[in-house]
């Protein structure tokens, strides 16, 4: 039996004989032809090409349907290369001058133009990624071979692979593609943000898994610890399949819960919303019984594009959420590019450290006329609607002023021109620094509201890479001192009648839940799956024994103490939820 740890990108449990997918690697010679037969090899590439872009286009479609346009926009990128008169050029020429097959000026020419991408800034070095999908749907399109492995499985299967294209994603037998485990890749990840939408329960981040399994090994894939066992033995898989079978039951059991108010035995009502990166995710959140959008990310209106959205990109997007809530509240975040996240049609001089660097309000601030055009779709659209603005990674006082004053120049220039728009959308802002924690007095008569970001605020408090599987046990939400941070900004909040959320993987962890009650969080904000666990919880506690744990875990000094602690206390409270505390 072997395990390995990764980052859990999808929660859920699955069980299944692995298939592991290759690399896909041609082996193409150089092989010269006759030059009276350079049309040949001219005409065979142009219909490859014609049968690859229809082929991409089936695959946009029927992603676009079952999963959802802003996924399917992965794929412009893929047709954007075939249809590009430049790189068919590069094809045609190599074939013309130096009398090769279609073949090789394929690997030739897109080998090169991968090595570029290479070359490039990481936020754009990532899309060889792409290429190598393109050049691999070409040469089996002329060189014959078919690949079915992902898409007509016979039976159940976990795929494991070094990496993922989108294509392959996108185009997996759902039916029978039960989990992944996944090498490379990150939270950003193409496979991370479909497996998502999908609701595979899925592991990136191996580093080695595809050469410790073969093919038809028993693998578990555990994505909520983000663990994966091969080969496991009997007493393992005994276990994981209880655990399977009652995380089943246990979600079943929630359904219940949907229309009843997270309100606890005593009476304090919580709010529960949701966390959001597509539109279509509102319905999720309302099915589960959230109460409307605590955090809707953005950037995958640029992530997910090969050129910037337009004002009318942005407004169709927030309509959309704003359609499916129905007068719920709705919490839209501006974009936090940068670091891990950047458009991939602009350039940019890689830096050392982007998370410490130019990334969220700070980029913003300095692209002030795609600042200008998500504010100005923003104001359109909330319009007799409970919409608030909020600014990420706000460090100091001069960025929220900074920020601020643009909301008020957008919003004159819609006076001006006479457009219909929101006069008096609240702002609010993301606590996600230390700087920003021990400030939080002065913001809190800066703005309307507080969203603690708690995944940021770990990791730049304890100065721990959260995607660093080298350093994974030092990130933790049970650290005192981030204990400290959150209690600090609820006060100033009580104090300053500022409402106060808090967001991240810890608002959705029912292990916090109570300690964050008993620090006074009475809003959290979650990925919709936690929703009904977090709420059956609120409905089984009185405040008074949130409190009780709160006082406790202040009095402790180091994480695992704390962790103990509350684990054994959201035990007694769900004795039978599947959830391993």
């Given at each position: 039996?072997?395990?390995?740890?990764?980052?859990?990108?999808?929660?859920?449990?699955?069980?299944?004989?692995?298939?592991?997918?290759?690399?896909?690697?041609?082996?193409?010679?150089?092989?010269?032809?006759?030059?009276?037969?350079?049309?040949?090899?001219?005409?065979?590439?142009?219909?490859?090409?014609?049968?690859?872009?229809?082929?991409?286009?089936?695959?946009?479609?029927?992603?676009?349907?079952?999963?959802?346009?802003?996924?399917?926009?992965?794929?412009?990128?893929?047709?954007?290369?075939?249809?590009?008169?430049?790189?068919?050029?590069?094809?045609?020429?190599?074939?013309?001058?130096?009398?090769?097959?279609?073949?090789?000026?394929?690997?030739?020419?897109?080998?090169?133009?991968?090595?570029?991408?290479?070359?490039?800034?990481?936020?754009?070095?990532?899309?060889?990624?792409?290429?190598?999908?393109?050049?691999?749907?070409?040469?089996?399109?002329?060189?014959?071979?078919?690949?079915?492995?992902?898409?007509?499985?016979?039976?159940?299967?976990?795929?494991?692979?070094?990496?993922?294209?989108?294509?392959?994603?996108?185009?997996?037998?759902?039916?029978?593609?039960?989990?992944?485990?996944?090498?490379?890749?990150?939270?950003?990840?193409?496979?991370?943000?479909?497996?998502?939408?999908?609701?595979?329960?899925?592991?990136?981040?191996?580093?080695?898994?595809?050469?410790?399994?073969?093919?038809?090994?028993?693998?578990?894939?555990?994505?909520?610890?983000?663990?994966?066992?091969?080969?496991?033995?009997?007493?393992?898989?005994?276990?994981?399949?209880?655990?399977?079978?009652?995380?089943?039951?246990?979600?079943?059991?929630?359904?219940?819960?949907?229309?009843?108010?997270?309100?606890?035995?005593?009476?304090?009502?919580?709010?529960?919303?949701?966390?959001?990166?597509?539109?279509?995710?509102?319905?999720?959140?309302?099915?589960?019984?959230?109460?409307?959008?605590?955090?809707?990310?953005?950037?995958?209106?640029?992530?997910?594009?090969?050129?910037?959205?337009?004002?009318?990109?942005?407004?169709?997007?927030?309509?959309?959420?704003?359609?499916?809530?129905?007068?719920?509240?709705?919490v839209v975040r501006t974009l936090d590019l940068g670091a891990d996240k950047q458009?991939?049609?602009?350039?940019?001089?890689?830096?050392?450290?982007?998370?410490?660097?130019?990334?969220?309000?700070?980029?913003?601030?300095?692209?002030?006329?795609?600042?200008?055009?998500?504010?100005?779709?923003?104001?359109?659209?909330?319009?007799?609607?409970?919409?608030?603005?909020?600014?990420?990674?706000?460090?100091?006082?001069?960025?929220?002023?900074?920020?601020?004053?643009?909301?008020?120049?957008?919003?004159?220039?819609?006076?001006?021109?006479?457009?219909?728009?929101?006069?008096?959308?609240?702002?609010?802002?993301?606590?996600?620094?230390?700087?920003?924690?021990?400030?939080?007095?002065?913001?809190?008569?800066?703005?309307?509201?507080?969203?603690?970001?708690?995944?940021?605020?770990?990791?730049?408090?304890?100065?721990?890479?959260?995607?660093?599987?080298?350093?994974?046990?030092?990130?933790?939400?049970?650290?005192?001192?981030?204990?400290?941070?959150?209690?600090?900004?609820?006060?100033?909040?009580?104090?300053?009648?500022?409402?106060?959320?808090?967001?991240?993987?810890?608002?959705?962890?029912?292990?916090?839940?109570?300690?964050?009650?008993?620090?006074?969080?009475?809003?959290?904000?979650?990925?919709?799956?936690?929703?009904?666990?977090?709420?059956?919880?609120?409905?089984?506690?009185?405040?008074?024994?949130?409190?009780?744990?709160?006082?406790?875990?202040?009095?402790?000094?180091?994480?695992?103490?704390?962790?103990?602690?509350?684990?054994?206390?959201?035990?007694?409270?769900?004795?039978?939820?599947?959830?391993?505390?």
């Amino acid at each position: 039996m072997k395990t390995k740890e990764g980052i859990g990108v999808s929660p859920g449990v699955a069980i299944a004989p692995a298939a592991i997918v290759d690399a896909e690697e041609f082996d193409i010679p150089e092989r010269h032809v006759a030059p009276e037969l350079s049309g040949r090899e001219i005409n065979r590439l142009e219909k490859a090409v014609e049968i690859s872009q229809n082929e991409i286009l089936d695959l946009r479609k029927s992603t676009s349907e079952q999963i959802g346009k802003e996924i399917a926009s992965i794929f412009d990128f893929h047709l954007g290369l075939l249809k590009d008169t430049t790189l068919l050029k590069k094809f045609t020429d190599a074939i013309n001058d130096d009398h090769v097959t279609s073949e090789y000026a394929v690997a030739a020419v897109l080998r090169a133009y991968a090595k570029e991408f290479l070359d490039m800034p990481q936020y754009l070095a990532d899309r060889v990624k792409d290429v190598y999908d393109i050049e691999k749907r070409l040469l089996r399109n002329l060189v014959g071979q078919s690949r079915q492995a992902l898409k007509h499985l016979e039976s159940d299967r976990i795929l494991l692979a070094h990496d993922l294209t989108p294509s392959q994603t996108a185009g997996m037998d759902r039916e029978h593609v039960l989990g992944l485990a996944i090498d490379a890749g990150g939270q950003t990840s193409h496979t991370a943000i479909v497996a998502k939408a999908l609701g595979i329960p899925a592991v990136v981040g191996l580093n080695s898994v595809t050469g410790e399994a073969t093919a038809g090994d028993m693998v578990i894939i555990d994505g909520h610890r983000g663990t994966v066992i091969i080969d496991p033995d009997e007493k393992t898989l005994a276990h994981y399949r209880v655990l399977a079978k009652q995380q089943v039951e246990f979600i079943h059991s929630l359904d219940s819960l949907k229309d009843l108010p997270a309100v606890t035995l005593d009476g304090h009502e919580i709010n529960l919303l949701g966390n959001i990166e597509f539109p279509a995710e509102a319905a999720s959140v309302i099915n589960k019984g959230g109460t409307g959008i605590g955090l809707y990310r953005t950037e995958f209106l640029y992530l997910g594009a090969e050129s910037e959205p337009t004002e009318e990109d942005h407004y169709n997007a927030y309509k959309e959420v704003i359609d499916l809530c129905k007068g719920r509240p709705i919490v839209v975040r501006t974009l936090d590019l940068g670091a891990d996240k950047q458009t991939q049609s602009r350039a940019r001089t890689p830096e050392r450290n982007p998370f410490l660097g130019c990334r969220s309000i700070r980029f913003c601030l300095q692209e002030l006329p795609m600042f200008k055009t998500q504010i100005r779709a923003l104001l359109r659209a909330s319009v007799d609607a409970d919409v608030r603005m909020m600014f990420p990674l706000i460090t100091n006082l001069r960025e929220l002023r900074q920020a601020k004053a643009i909301v008020r120049d957008v919003a004159e220039d819609l006076e001006e021109d006479g457009i219909e728009h929101r006069h008096d959308i609240p702002l609010g802002m993301m606590i996600e620094t230390p700087s920003a924690a021990l400030q939080c007095n002065a913001f809190a008569q800066e703005v309307d509201f507080f969203s603690i970001g708690t995944n940021d605020l770990i990791q730049y408090t304890l100065a721990v890479d959260r995607a660093n599987e080298k350093v994974a046990p030092l990130f933790t939400a049970a650290h005192p001192a981030i204990l400290r941070l959150i209690k600090e900004v609820i006060r100033a909040g009580q104090r300053y009648e500022v409402p106060v959320s808090l967001c991240g993987e810890m608002g959705g962890d029912v292990v916090f839940t109570m300690l964050l009650m008993g620090l006074g969080v009475t809003t959290f904000s979650c990925t919709p799956p936690a929703i009904p666990e977090i709420k059956q919880l609120i409905r089984s506690v009185t405040m008074e024994q949130a409190a009780k744990v709160a006082r406790r875990v202040m009095t402790f000094d180091g994480d695992q103490e704390i962790l103990n602690y509350i684990r054994v206390a959201t035990r007694k409270v769900l004795p039978d939820a599947y959830t391993n505390f």
